[in-house]
C-alpha cells in the first residue's frame, strides 16, 4: 500500500487499483474550506495515474455537510475576492473528476448536504447508504448553491425536480436519489462498507482503457449535439478495436463460447 498525505484535511490512499479519498474534518461533519477544496483537487490529479478507480469517503461517518459557515464568515469580512477562492477551489476539484481518465466514485453516507450533495453530483457514480442524509440545503439559509447545483442538478434529474429540490431544501431519501437519477445504488447498512469495496474492485479489474473511453465519451456527449456524439462515439469504437486490448478480450469471448459449444 502507497501512502500519501496532505497534510490534514484531505487524505489519499492508493491501495493497489483503488485509490481512496478521504475528507479529514469530522469534527466539522467534513464541512468545506479554502484548504479541502485545494486538496481534494490535488488528491484527484495526484491519484488518478496511480489507480484504476478512486473512491472517495468522509471521515467520521458523514460525507459533507457543505461549506463551513465560520469560514466563510471570516472570508466574508475580507471581501469578494477572499470568498472567490474557496468557490474556485472546491469548483475545480469537482470539475476535475470528468477530466481523470478513472471512474471516480463517492461513498455517500451520514450527511451530503449542500456542497457536499454538489461532490456527490461531480462524482461520476454515486453509491449512498440507506439512511444517508441528501439535500441541497443552500435556500434554508438565505443562499444560492456555488458548487455546482444549479448547472449539475438539471442535467441529472431534468428542470422540474431540480427547480423544486433546490428552492425548497427537501432532504432526499437514498431511494430516491435513485429513483431520480442522482445515485447508482442504495447500499444497505450492514453491509455498506463491504459494498463499496465490492464495487471498486469490480471496476478496477475490468480494462482501465475500455473505462476511459467510455468515460470520455458519456461527457463528451453531454456537450454535443446526438449526431455528432453518435459520430464519436462510433470514431472511438474503430480506434479501440483495432488496438491489442480489445482483440485479447473478444479471443477470450470466443475461446470460452467455443469450449461452451464442445462439450
Excluded at 193 to 201: E, N, R, T
Aim: aromatic share 4%; charged share 20%; glycine share 10%.
Amino acid at each position: 500500500m502507497q501512502r500519501s498525505t496532505t497534510e490534514s484535511v484531505v487524505e489519499s490512499v492508493a491501495d493497489g487499483a483503488i485509490g481512496r479519498i478521504t475528507l479529514n474534518r469530522p469534527e466539522a461533519m467534513n464541512a468545506i474550506t479554502v484548504a479541502l477544496g485545494q486538496q481534494l483537487e490535488t488528491a484527484l490529479r495526484e491519484l488518478a495515474p496511480k489507480v484504476r478507480v478512486i473512491v472517495i469517503r468522509g471521515a467520521g461517518g458523514n460525507f459533507s455537510v457543505g461549506g463551513d459557515f465560520h469560514e466563510l464568515q471570516r472570508l466574508r469580512g475580507q471581501g469578494r475576492d477572499a470568498m472567490a477562492e474557496l468557490f474556485a477551489n472546491f469548483g475545480l476539484a469537482c470539475s476535475a473528476i470528468a477530466e481523470l481518465d478513472v471512474p471516480v466514485v463517492a461513498a455517500v453516507e451520514g450527511y451530503a448536504m449542500a456542497g457536499g450533495f454538489e461532490l456527490m453530483q461531480a462524482s461520476d457514480i454515486a453509491l449512498v447508504h440507506e439512511n444517508a442524509k441528501l439535500a441541497d440545503t443552500h435556500s434554508n439559509h438565505g443562499m444560492v448553491p456555488g458548487g455546482g447545483s444549479t448547472q449539475r442538478l438539471p442535467r441529472l434529474v431534468g428542470r422540474q425536480r431540480a427547480l423544486g429540490h433546490i428552492l425548497t431544501g427537501d432532504r432526499l431519501s437514498a431511494d430516491q436519489a435513485v429513483a431520480w437519477g442522482l445515485a447508482y445504488r442504495a447500499l444497505s447498512v450492514d453491509t455498506f462498507d463491504a459494498d463499496v469495496d465490492a464495487f471498486a474492485a469490480a471496476l478496477a479489474a475490468k480494462d482501465p482503457v475500455a473505462l476511459k473511453r467510455s468515460k470520455q465519451l458519456v461527457y463528451a456527449g453531454l456537450r454535443l449535439p446526438l449526431q455528432d456524439g453518435l459520430a464519436l462515439e462510433q470514431s472511438t469504437v474503430l480506434d479501440h478495436l483495432t488496438e491489442d486490448s480489445s482483440g485479447t478480450g473478444i479471443d477470450e469471448f470466443t475461446n470460452k463460447d467455443h469450449r461452451r459449444s464442445t462439450t
